[in-house]
């Protein structure tokens, strides 16, 4: 058994600390593992508690790694456990973090699924397919996308989606406004009935619109 005789502050980026087995370097850790684990110097450590350490260690960056990146936006449960693997950490502390971060409800597959349709829906609508699309790349199964995507219809969103479009083809006659607007609404996944119903209608409708 060998005695805490240091536990030294690091000089990397990350709040860190050395930890001193008699007077030998044994370990470097964070310092919220250290302060969560209790050590401090004279305190006596057997080479088991060191491995304990260590996996305590992994499982804490991981979630903090985890954090930082569910930081930006909201993610998937599959998006995040690729961050994690990409970044090193193995399956099992991975499987570990996304079931403390589920627990504390900061990974949730359907509360994601809602949040992604509301936002595209407010900044760049798309067709209910497309949509399906992009949750299924997303890693969520089929029952949280159907009902997800059940939200999104498709004649209203392609509406919205022309509407905000058209400012930019005020000065287009009849068959390029047709043609660029339904090009637009293509790359959004729309039917061909689906954009040939809009931009007629928007066509209509412009005059009075941009009054």
Not at 117 to 142: D, M, V, Y
Not at 165 to 188: E, I, K, N, S, V
Request: hydrophobic content about 35%; proline content about 1%.
């Amino acid at each position: 058994m060998s005695k805490i005789t240091g536990v030294k502050i690091g000089k990397t980026r990350e709040k860190r600390v050395n930890v001193f087995l008699d007077e030998k370097f044994a370990i470097g850790i964070l310092a919220e593992t250290a302060l969560k684990e209790g050590l401090k110097v004279g305190q006596e450590l057997t080479e088991s508690r060191l491995e304990a350490l260590a996996d305590a260690d992994r499982r804490q960056r991981c979630f903090n790694a985890a954090t930082r990146f569910l930081g930006y936006r909201p993610r998937s449960e599959s998006e995040i456990r690729q961050r994690l693997l990409r970044h090193g950490f193995d399956d099992d502390v991975a499987e570990k973090t996304l079931a403390r971060l589920k627990e504390q409800g900061l990974v949730d597959d359907t509360a994601f699924a809602r949040f992604w349709i509301e936002n595209r829906e407010a900044f760049s609508p798309r067709s209910q397919r497309l949509t399906k699309l992009e949750l299924k790349r997303k890693g969520l199964n089929a029952d949280i996308i159907e009902q997800a995507a059940s939200a999104v219809n498709d004649r209203d969103s392609a509406y919205r989606a022309a509407l905000s479009r058209m400012r930019r083809l005020t000065a287009a006659d009849y068959q390029t406004f047709r043609r660029r607007l339904g090009q637009y609404l293509g790359r959004r996944g729309f039917s061909y009935s689906v954009i040939s119903e809009i931009t007629e209608r928007v066509w209509k409708e412009q005059e009075n619109i941009l009054k």
